[in-house]
């Protein structure tokens, strides 16, 4: 059974930074495209960036210039790398795959940033 899990979320000052993770067992990211979506309370949850199996990556205008998603492929993770984060970053944030006609989710890192 695929299992995703995402670390790293926290409680952080506007401006600060964080840095997500994402650990995969049973899929290899290197062979597929994986994104990161944060859900606030009461918000539909929202794409905020995705790497493809060639590297290719792509992110919102809501975070691009902020956010960098990269993987380390011998690791089998994924990161999220959060800059000049904002309070209207907070949210749950997961991690997505999908193989096969399969989503798979993990379980989610809360990001908290104060004002």
């Known amino acids: 059974q695929v299992q995703l899990v995402e670390s790293g979320g926290g409680l952080v000052q506007a401006g600060g930074s964080l840095r997500l993770s994402c650990a995969a067992s049973?899929?290899?990211?290197?062979?597929?495209?994986v994104a990161w979506y944060r859900q606030a309370p009461g918000k539909r949850r929202e794409l905020v960036a995705t790497i493809t199996s060639s590297g290719t990556t792509n992110y919102p205008d809501s975070v691009k210039g902020r956010f960098t998603i990269s993987r380390d492929n011998a690791k089998n993770t994924v990161f999220l790398q959060m800059n000049s984060l904002k309070p209207e970053d907070t949210a749950t944030y997961y991690c997505y795959v999908k193989q096969h006609d399969f989503d798979y989710w993990g379980q989610g890192t809360q990001v908290t940033v104060s004002s």
């Open positions: 049973r899929i290899i990211f290197a062979s597929n495209a």
